[in-house]
């Protein structure tokens, strides 16, 4: 009888499943997917690391966070700099000084300060009622009209004047000439992609893929004393308070016969028209020199069950859901809920791993 069984080998469960090996615990980790790494898992095409389920860049503010995985791996230097192509404008994001730059022709803060202040003035929006007037409010109708309209409009799949306001409550902008999107002090990409971390971390686990907890629940449950759950929490409790939804994506792949196709890793399409939210191209996230290179264009899709979700979507009806799902979890004794979809949140890797530290701590009673 294993000390754990762990559903779900994505960085949560990974995580947990390596601390608990340290304790002396001995853990069975199963996944319904063919691979382990659940959402960071990268895949060796071409000789390049391609992420299968989207863009991921680790980076943390967390010097504690950044020293435990940098014991997994060796992190090179890419500094995420997307840019923003505009029907064959290009931009760089988030907003900065080259971007206002190319924009109006703008040389200093000062100018692009008032072309913005302008602009938000000329449109008289007080009180935003939805996410075109909130943008617009807090950038003015430039940007809003080339950068965050279409690309908005297509992520949710509606007109921003149906979404609420709360979606953007900030936008980064910044007054430097500085194309940095993260401000957090450590950022990178692991070298040999993220499939080499969550492989160090469940090296002293026992794995078995392609295994759905849901066809096999009880005989699952009866191998070990204690469950760590890190799959969807309605569908733990058979949605008896209802579905909690998400935004989905679809991802198209293509192997290329040219060596560099756009210069950058992150190029977002932020027109309406081009079905694609952006292609990634991931030879740039290692700075590889290979002769051919693999891009993904990504496409968001609406959600429904059975679809891989994605985004939570924490309006305030599943967030109630939530809640009552929540409830019962918090008074199970041997089950641990954990990660992006038993908790119903968007985490980002650093968050992820913060929370399963804080689950091990809680669970070892070291705090
Ligand atoms: P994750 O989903 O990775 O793992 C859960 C695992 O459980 C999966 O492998 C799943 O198959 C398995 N599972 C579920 N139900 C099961 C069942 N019934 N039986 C068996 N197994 C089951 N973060 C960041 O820091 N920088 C970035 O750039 C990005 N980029 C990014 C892009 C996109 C498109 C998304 C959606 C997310 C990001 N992230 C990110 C966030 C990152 O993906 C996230 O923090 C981690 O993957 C969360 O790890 P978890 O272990 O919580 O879930």
Redesign the pocket.
């Known amino acids: 009888m294993y000390d754990y069984l762990i559903?779900?080998?994505?960085?949560?469960?990974a995580v947990f499943a390596y601390e608990a090996g340290r304790r002396g615990k001995t853990c069975l980790v199963?996944?319904?997917?063919d691979h382990i790494?659940?959402?960071?898992y990268t895949e060796e095409i071409e000789g390049i690391q391609v992420h299968k389920?989207?863009?991921?860049?680790?980076?943390t503010n967390s010097q504690t966070i950044w020293d435990y995985v940098n014991r997994f791996a060796e992190f090179n230097r890419y500094t995420n700099s997307p840019i923003a192509n505009y029907k064959g404008e290009i931009y760089n994001l988030p907003f900065n000084m080259n971007t206002f730059n190319k924009l109006w022709g703008v040389a200093s803060p000062k100018e692009a300060r008032q072309k913005i202040e302008e602009q938000r003035l000329a449109a008289g929006i007080t009180e935003p009622q939805n996410l075109e007037e909130q943008a617009i409010s807090l950038v003015g109708t430039d940007i809003y009209e080339k950068l965050i309209k279409g690309y908005t409009e297509k992520q949710w799949g509606r007109s921003a004047r149906e979404l609420p306001s709360f979606i953007i409550k900030r936008l980064p902008v910044r007054f430097t000439y500085d194309n940095n999107y993260f401000n957090d002090r450590y950022q990178g990409i692991p070298v040999g992609g993220y499939r080499a971390i969550i492989e160090k971390m469940l090296a002293g686990a026992d794995i078995e893929l392609n295994?759905?907890?849901?066809a096999a629940r009880d005989e699952l449950m009866q191998r070990a004393k204690k469950v760590v759950y890190?799959?969807?929490i309605d569908?733990y409790y058979n949605y008896r308070y209802g579905v909690l939804e998400y935004r989905s994506?679809h991802f198209e792949t293509k192997v290329l016969d040219e060596s560099n196709f756009q210069g950058n890793a992150v190029v977002n399409y932020t027109d309406r028209e081009t079905p694609y939210t952006r292609i990634i191209e991931h030879k740039h996230f290692e700075f590889g020199t290979q002769d051919k290179t693999v891009i993904t264009e990504e496409y968001p899709k609406e959600w429904k069950p059975g679809d891989e979700p994605?985004?939570p979507i924490n309006n305030e009806k599943n967030n109630e859901i939530y809640q009552k799902y929540k409830a019962l979890a918090d008074a199970e004794r041997d089950v641990i809920f954990?990660?992006?979809?038993a908790t119903y949140k968007?985490?980002?890797?650093?968050?992820?791993i913060g929370a399963a530290l804080t689950a091990v701590e809680r669970e070892f009673e070291e705090k």
């Open positions: 559903v779900g080998a994505g960085l949560f469960g199963i996944d319904k997917r790494g659940g959402n960071v389920y989207g863009a991921h860049i680790f980076h295994v759905d907890f849901f890190t799959g969807m569908q994506l994605y985004y954990g990660g992006r979809l968007y985490y980002d890797m650093h968050q992820v």
